[in-house]
């Protein structure tokens, strides 16, 4: 890879910033001064130092995001705000960015933001059973009888039964934590919705091994490599 666009890639700069400061000498690669931005390096066996602090090299970037309630997730809206601008100092530095799946305008809570494609589509994806949990209050009181037939599976008119969703009424009635596998569209509300039941309010709380523990609402972080290695291995 290219000098310049292994640093402007990282978010040291643009392509013509980086340039400047590598002609100015202020890059080293394994203790040798470059001056040239179209050096070619190993990215992953050099080491590159600017200012004499050692560049670790990430092709992907992970945040998980607190989303206050209010925008869409979305990379741009002409309307509204976006989830995107909570991350703006992130957006600004690295490529390609964007939502793992998506929350409603009016929900809540934990949401993934990546540039890794793959990983993206395997949390999605129903076959790898990836559980999401969400703290959902009702307009009424929820019933022992719906456990049971939340884990059968419930028609929210699509051509299948949702896959086995675990219930957890809590007190009041009226709340209580879903814990799903798939991301069909407005699915927690159409599941409640099949029973007579109203969501008014709505917040995912855990996504697999990620939750929202530090986090205020507008708050983001990234993540940390041990949790970037289960949600690459286990999925789940």
Do not use: W
């Not at 019933?143 to 007190?171: C, Q, W, Y």
């Amino acid at each position: 890879m290219r000098l310049d666009k292994f640093l402007a890639d990282l978010g040291y700069g643009t392509r013509s910033e980086v340039k400047n400061f590598i002609k100015k000498g202020n890059i080293t690669v394994n203790g040798t001064k470059i001056n040239k931005p179209e050096f070619k390096i190993d990215e992953n066996k050099d080491e590159i130092m600017y200012n004499n602090q050692i560049i670790e090299y990430k092709k992907y970037q992970y945040f998980l995001l607190n989303k206050p309630s209010g925008c869409v997730t979305a990379t741009n809206d002409n309307v509204h705000k976006t989830v995107m601008d909570y991350l703006e100092a992130e957006t600004k530095k690295y490529k390609n960015l964007s939502p793992v799946g998506r929350l409603d305008k009016d929900t809540e809570g934990l949401l993934l933001i990546t540039n890794d494609g793959l990983l993206s589509h395997d949390l999605l994806s129903p076959s790898h059973h990836v559980a999401k949990k969400y703290y959902v209050e009702l307009d009424g009181q929820v019933d022992e009888s719906l456990i049971e037939e939340f884990k059968r599976g419930v028609d929210i008119g699509d051509d299948k039964l949702t896959k086995p969703a675990e219930l957890e009424i809590l007190k009041p009635n009226n709340t209580a934590y879903l814990t799903i596998i798939e991301g069909r569209f407005h699915q927690v509300k159409r599941m409640f919705a099949a029973k007579n039941l109203k969501v008014t309010y709505l917040k995912r709380v855990e996504m697999s091994i990620l939750n929202l523990e530090g986090l205020e609402k507008g708050e983001y972080r990234a993540l940390t490599n041990a949790e970037i290695e289960v949600l690459h291995s286990n999925k789940k």
